[in-house]
Structure formats: structure tokens, C-alpha cells
């Protein structure tokens, strides 16, 4: 007898880290409701993670390099138009197969950065919504230019824009107040836009106390649901049985027992975590710099950082001076150190994902924006949540250590700093509030899963 399903949801995430995770854990949700989740990854990933997760169906489709992924492409401009063609034939493959079947697609929930899957499902006969990864504030800054009301380049300050606090250029996702950086993404981050008042639905990973402002300003120029945070369920509601992590890791790990065990035997709150994401890549004297900070703290410090910076970017003697105080690792499970009540900080780069797991999980922050959206997240993570302080870049581009250190030790040992965690606890209230029963999430998706359903 087949299983009569609310309704059946294929997600399409940009094939990253960051876009997989919360593209992931918003179909475990959907599939906790009663909606049957197909998750349609690439081919590459596929084969290189080979994921298995209970509670969603895995498909493929094609970028149009299967044997290497990004890597395999000239550029981005040539990853991005190679995926669009081969990704929009293979993914209307993937529909009209699925026709046959006894569950067909009801809507294909897509990755905002491939407008051209909302395309295909419109022609394929369902249902389209729009997933925007990244911070509501973030996006609606990216809607302005887009529309034209706010004209690039921006040279004067603050910039004043309905539901947003008071920016600087500085506070600006970095293809905006950088202009001309990075064209490739700059384009694909616009094209967002280009046919989001065509989809059905269109959902934000955030949630609605948090930004309450902008959700409410946005939401009168693009109908929107929020439906995050996006995390495993033993984080928030505890709704999903052993929902502990997203289950599917495009790196390669260390050992995640040898990291809980040295954290176990650390004092509450005396640890400060520190990772900046795949993709940041730091210089090698501003790498020396940030160690030189971690080393004259007094401070327990576990740092994620990738084996290539440490042989190549590390001054030679820390390694060897910091084993009594300091874990090295090249990967870790970043929600199990988060969770755990040795950490007192979170030294990061304040990508979206990283901010909004610190913000359900309590933790402090110190950030260290690099580019795209983390200079956005940073103004927020310090000047309207309060949670952390930004570190200050000086003339040449450089953060000094003494800076570092002035702000690792205001988070974690300085008077704000109890102010800072009190505002962290609160924002995890509110994030567990939002996803619990009777919390705007879980209403908007009780709502998302009743009109995909409807024939």
C-alpha cells in the first residue's frame, strides 16, 4: 500500500556547503509534517559524500561536471552558465520522470541563486518557490539594487533604507560597497530577483523576531515566508528522533570524539571556537596575526583550520608553543562544539549559516567579515542583536593583533560580555520559539506544505 504524503517537495540547492545544509534540514522539516523531501544534489556531490538521510530521498542532477564539481570549471562565470544549461535539462529530466511515479512533484523549492530552476518547473507543470539562503536584511539590500533604488557605486554614508538600521559602506554585502568585485557572483546574487515575483512561494532562512523589521518592510514589495532556522531538530524543538546533525559533508572529517573529548575536560565557558568557513582565505601575515592574538590570550582555543594554511601560513614555533592550550583541527561538527558548554565564544567570519547556529545556540561572537554577506551579518551580530563585537580593519587592510585580542577578551571576560551572552540566550529562545509549535516557522510551514498540496 503506498503512503499517502501532505504533498511531495523536490529541493534544489546551490551545490555548496552553505547552500546544501539549510536547503537539507528544510526538507527533514517538511518531511516531519507529513510532505515527502527529495533532495536533488550533483552528480559530483553524490558521488563523492554518497549521503544516506532517513527522512529524505536523494536524486541527482547535473552541473555539467560530474567528475570535479566547481573545480572542473575555468571560472565561475563558466561554472555558473554550464550549470544553468545542463543543471535546467537534467532537472526537467528529473521532474518528467518523476511524473510516473506514485508521489510526483508538487514544487520545486530552489536555491535563489538558480532563478532558472523556478523555469523549468513552471514548464514542466508545478509548483516553484524561492529559497534565499542568506539573512532577510541581506536580501532585500540586494532587491534595492537590483530595482534600481539604491545606485551603485554607493560613496556616501550612511545609507538610510526603510527596515534596515543605518548602514555604512562598510556594513554593505561586500559586491555592493566594493563595487565592481567579483562580477560573476555580483550578477548571480541580482539575478535572485530576475523572476522571484513569478514563484508561488518565496521563503527566507531566518526567522521572523529576529528580523522583525525588515521581514515586515520587505514583505509589502516580495510576499515572503520565513521558515528557519534551519537546524537539526535536537538543537530547537527536538521534534525529529536523533536529528543531531545536517548529514551530508562535503569535507573531509577528523575525528569528532577526540573533539568532544578535549572539550569535555575544559571549564564552562572557558574555550574560544574559532572557524572562518571553506572559503575563506586569509594572507599569510594576516594568518600570523590572528595566531599571535590566539597565543597571548589566556584562553583554551579550538581552531578549525584547513592543513595547508597550518604547513604554509602558521609562524613555525606556534604549533609546537600552543599544544598545551590549543586543538587544532581541520574540520569539527560545528553544532556539537557550539552546543557544548566549554565555549564561551565563537571567533568567526559570520557567514549566515555560522551566525544564525550561534544565535540558536546562545554563543557569543567575535567576527572577522571577509566578504559577500558576512560584513552585513557582522553589522547586525554587533550593533543590533548585540551579541559580539566586529574586529577593526586598519588602513592597510590588516587586522592587528592586538585588536584581536581586545575584542576575544571584551566577549569573553570583558563587562559587555555578560551583556553579549544574555542577548545570545535570548535570541535562542526566540529561535526555538519560532520553530516550536505555535511559532511563526512552524505556522509558515504548516501553510508552505497546505498550498503545495492543494489541487
Given at each position: 500500500?503506498?503512503?499517502?504524503y501532505r504533498?511531495?517537495?523536490?529541493?534544489?540547492?546551490?551545490?555548496?556547503?552553505?547552500?546544501v545544509?539549510?536547503?537539507?534540514?528544510?526538507?527533514?522539516?517538511?518531511?516531519?509534517?507529513?510532505?515527502?523531501?527529495?533532495?536533488?544534489?550533483?552528480?559530483?556531490?553524490?558521488?563523492?559524500?554518497?549521503?544516506?538521510?532517513?527522512?529524505?530521498?536523494?536524486?541527482?542532477?547535473?552541473?555539467?561536471?560530474?567528475?570535479?564539481?566547481?573545480?572542473?570549471?575555468?571560472?565561475?562565470?563558466?561554472?555558473?552558465?554550464?550549470?544553468?544549461?545542463?543543471?535546467?535539462?537534467?532537472?526537467?529530466e528529473?521532474?518528467?520522470?518523476?511524473?510516473?511515479?506514485?508521489?510526483?512533484?508538487?514544487?520545486?523549492?530552489?536555491?535563489?541563486?538558480?532563478?532558472?530552476?523556478?523555469?523549468?518547473?513552471?514548464?514542466?507543470?508545478?509548483?516553484?518557490?524561492?529559497?534565499?539562503?542568506?539573512?532577510?536584511?541581506?536580501?532585500?539590500?540586494?532587491?534595492?539594487?537590483?530595482?534600481?533604488?539604491?545606485q551603485?557605486?554607493?560613496t556616501?554614508?550612511?545609507?538610510?533604507?526603510?527596515?534596515?538600521?543605518?548602514?555604512?559602506?562598510?556594513?554593505?554585502?561586500?559586491?555592493?560597497?566594493?563595487?565592481?568585485?567579483?562580477?560573476?557572483?555580483?550578477?548571480?546574487?541580482?539575478?535572485?530577483?530576475?523572476?522571484?515575483?513569478?514563484?508561488?512561494?518565496?521563503?527566507?532562512?531566518?526567522?521572523?523576531?529576529?528580523?522583525?523589521?525588515?521581514?515586515?518592510?520587505?514583505?509589502?514589495?516580495?510576499?515572503?515566508?520565513t521558515?528557519g532556522?534551519?537546524?537539526?531538530?535536537?538543537?530547537l524543538?527536538?521534534?525529529?528522533e536523533?536529528?543531531?546533525?545536517?548529514?551530508?559533508?562535503?569535507?573531509?572529517?577528523?575525528?569528532?570524539?577526540?573533539?568532544?573529548?578535549?572539550?569535555?575536560?575544559?571549564?564552562?565557558?572557558?574555550?574560544i571556537?574559532?572557524?572562518?568557513?571553506?572559503?575563506?582565505?586569509?594572507?599569510?601575515?594576516?594568518?600570523?596575526?590572528?595566531?599571535?592574538?590566539?597565543?597571548?590570550?589566556?584562553?583554551?582555543?579550538?581552531?578549525?583550520?584547513?592543513?595547508?594554511?597550518?604547513l604554509?601560513?602558521?609562524p613555525?614555533?606556534?604549533?609546537?608553543?600552543?599544544?598545551?592550550?590549543?586543538?587544532?583541527?581541520?574540520?569539527?561538527?560545528?553544532?556539537?562544539?557550539?552546543?557544548?558548554?566549554?565555549?564561551?565564544?565563537?571567533?568567526?567570519?559570520?557567514g549566515?549559516n555560522?551566525?544564525?547556529?550561534?544565535?540558536?545556540?546562545?554563543?557569543?561572537?567575535?567576527?572577522?567579515?571577509?566578504?559577500?554577506?558576512?560584513?552585513?551579518?557582522?553589522?547586525?551580530?554587533?550593533?543590533?542583536?548585540?551579541?559580539?563585537?566586529?574586529?577593526?580593519?586598519?588602513?592597510n587592510?590588516?587586522?592587528?593583533?592586538?585588536?584581536?585580542?581586545?575584542?576575544?577578551?571584551?566577549?569573553?571576560?570583558?563587562?559587555?560580555?555578560?551583556?553579549?551572552?544574555?542577548?545570545?540566550?535570548?535570541?535562542?529562545?526566540?529561535?526555538?520559539?519560532?520553530?516550536?509549535?505555535?511559532?511563526?516557522?512552524?505556522?509558515?510551514?504548516?501553510?508552505?506544505?497546505?498550498?503545495?498540496?492543494?489541487?
Amino acid at each position: 500500500m503506498n503512503k499517502e504524503y501532505r504533498a511531495h517537495i523536490l529541493a534544489v540547492p546551490y551545490p555548496s556547503q552553505g547552500h546544501v545544509n539549510p536547503m537539507l534540514q528544510f526538507g527533514k522539516n517538511l518531511a516531519s509534517k507529513g510532505a515527502k523531501s527529495t533532495l536533488a544534489i550533483t552528480k559530483f556531490i553524490s558521488k563523492s559524500t554518497q549521503p544516506n538521510i532517513d527522512s529524505v530521498s536523494i536524486s541527482t542532477i547535473s552541473d555539467g561536471y560530474d567528475e570535479g564539481g566547481f573545480t572542473e570549471a575555468g571560472s565561475v562565470a563558466d561554472y555558473l552558465d554550464r550549470f544553468e544549461v545542463v543543471g535546467s535539462r537534467t532537472l526537467e529530466e528529473l521532474i518528467e520522470a518523476n511524473k510516473k511515479s506514485n508521489n510526483p512533484f508538487d514544487c520545486v523549492v530552489y536555491d535563489a541563486f538558480m532563478p532558472w530552476a523556478l523555469e523549468v518547473a513552471k514548464k514542466c507543470g508545478v509548483k516553484g518557490a524561492c529559497f534565499f539562503t542568506q539573512a532577510c536584511a541581506v536580501n532585500y539590500l540586494y532587491y534595492y539594487v537590483h530595482h534600481g533604488l539604491l545606485q551603485l557605486p554607493v560613496t556616501s554614508s550612511p545609507i538610510e533604507i526603510p527596515g534596515l538600521p543605518p548602514l555604512d559602506l562598510a556594513d554593505m554585502p561586500s559586491f555592493i560597497y566594493k563595487h565592481g568585485t567579483y562580477p560573476a557572483y555580483f550578477e548571480m546574487v541580482l539575478n535572485q530577483f530576475s523572476n522571484a515575483d513569478k514563484a508561488d512561494f518565496v521563503l527566507v532562512n531566518t526567522w521572523y523576531k529576529l528580523e522583525e523589521k525588515v521581514v515586515d518592510t520587505m514583505n509589502k514589495v516580495c510576499p515572503l515566508l520565513t521558515i528557519g532556522p534551519t537546524l537539526p531538530s535536537s538543537y530547537l524543538d527536538q521534534r525529529v528522533e536523533n536529528d543531531r546533525d545536517y548529514g551530508l559533508n562535503l569535507f573531509q572529517s577528523d575525528s569528532s570524539t577526540e573533539i568532544i573529548d578535549w572539550l569535555n575536560t575544559k571549564p564552562i565557558g572557558s574555550v574560544i571556537y574559532v572557524a572562518f568557513g571553506s572559503m575563506v582565505n586569509f594572507t599569510k601575515p594576516q594568518m600570523e596575526e590572528i595566531a599571535f592574538a590566539l597565543d597571548g590570550t589566556n584562553f583554551q582555543i579550538l581552531w578549525v583550520i584547513k592543513e595547508s594554511d597550518k604547513l604554509e601560513k602558521l609562524p613555525k614555533d606556534f604549533i609546537e608553543r600552543a599544544t598545551e592550550k590549543c586543538l587544532l583541527v581541520n574540520w569539527c561538527p560545528q553544532l556539537q562544539v557550539l552546543s557544548h558548554e566549554a565555549i564561551g565564544c565563537f571567533f568567526s567570519h559570520a557567514g549566515w549559516n555560522s551566525t544564525i547556529e550561534a544565535l540558536s545556540l546562545g554563543v557569543p561572537m567575535v567576527v572577522m567579515p571577509q566578504w559577500t554577506d558576512q560584513t552585513t551579518d557582522a553589522k547586525f551580530v554587533q550593533d543590533v542583536w548585540r551579541i559580539g563585537v566586529r574586529v577593526h580593519v586598519d588602513d592597510n587592510g590588516m587586522v592587528g593583533r592586538e585588536e584581536i585580542q581586545s575584542c576575544l577578551r571584551e566577549v569573553m571576560e570583558g563587562a559587555t560580555g555578560k551583556e553579549f551572552k544574555r542577548n545570545a540566550l535570548e535570541c535562542r529562545d526566540v529561535a526555538k520559539e519560532a520553530v516550536s509549535e505555535g511559532g511563526s516557522s512552524y505556522a509558515n510551514m504548516d501553510k508552505l506544505i497546505f498550498e503545495i498540496g492543494k489541487h
